[in-house]
């Protein structure tokens, strides 16, 4: 896919990563994905930009010790205005996590959940309009919210961002793929089945491109990483469920190539 240098309102521009430790972060997906990193000044909490092919592709920061949560990737989605799509979740019924933020030159943040508990961030780019790359070998090539009621989550995230649902065919599971009119697929909703264990909260999860599924999944076994789901294929791509040596879980997919015309 040619670069980007805009991300449509209603679509996800980026993700970052809570850390469980920052540097050694660093070395992990610097090995799987190939990034390289700049690190960020004292004053952005040491933010760290991670790049792939000259593009900034994705984040990493340091979870604070005492954080609530454990370490995890999160998405921000796009939007022309951060208050108001922040009013609009409120009337949608989900709730602010964090008020919206300037975030320098860069652009304006704040964090919210969804009516199901699924934690997700808005965007409003200034400067800065989020990945530069996607749907490459190191960076992000799809979301997913996944979360105990696919059906509210759904109608949420459709009455945010102007989005449509397709429901995908099959008794296995729920799942609903979100498009954006004229801008194709954005994220899917799967609806967590009892199999899952109680304790699992609704949460996102982000899945990164590779070259080949399988050895990505050995390289993260390798590095300390835990393989939470083996290789599988699926009529988009070789996909595998991985998490970081810090929990953090993420997907990795060889994608399938397009049909040939």
């Not at 930009?49 to 593009?55: I, L, N, P, T, V």
């Not at 030159?105 to 919210?112: I, S, T």
């Amino acid at each position: 896919m040619p670069t980007m240098t805009k991300h449509d309102a209603g679509t996800v521009c980026w993700v970052d990563l809570m850390a469980w430790d920052r540097e050694k972060a660093q070395a992990f997906y610097g090995e799987l994905f190939g990034w390289t990193y700049e690190v960020g000044t004292e004053e952005t909490g040491y933010y760290t930009m991670a790049r792939k092919q000259g593009h900034d592709v994705a984040a990493l920061m340091q979870r604070s010790k005492d954080a609530p949560f454990p370490p995890t990737w999160n998405l921000y989605f796009s939007v022309e205005s951060v208050d108001r799509a922040l009013a609009r979740v409120k009337e949608l019924g989900g709730r602010e996590l964090m008020a919206p933020m300037d975030v320098m030159d860069a652009g304006r943040m704040a964090f919210c959940q969804d009516p199901t508990g699924a934690s997700f961030g808005l965007w409003q780019p200034k400067d800065f309009p989020g990945s530069g790359l996607v749907n490459e070998p190191g960076s992000m090539a799809w979301h997913e919210v996944k979360t105990r009621d696919g059906a509210k989550a759904q109608d949420f995230f459709c009455a945010l961002f102007g989005l449509t649902a397709e429901k995908m065919p099959g008794e296995a599971m729920d799942y609903w793929v979100l498009n954006k009119p004229g801008a194709g697929p954005v994220c899917g909703v799967m609806q967590l089945t009892a199999q899952v264990p109680a304790d699992v909260p609704a949460h996102c999860m982000t899945t990164f491109s590779v070259r080949n599924t399988d050895e990505a999944a050995a390289t993260v076994a390798r590095l300390g990483g835990k393989v939470l789901m083996a290789p599988f294929d699926s009529p988009y791509g070789r996909i595998s469920i991985v998490a970081d040596p810090g929990g953090a879980g993420f997907g990795i997919i060889t994608l399938a190539e397009p049909p040939k015309s």
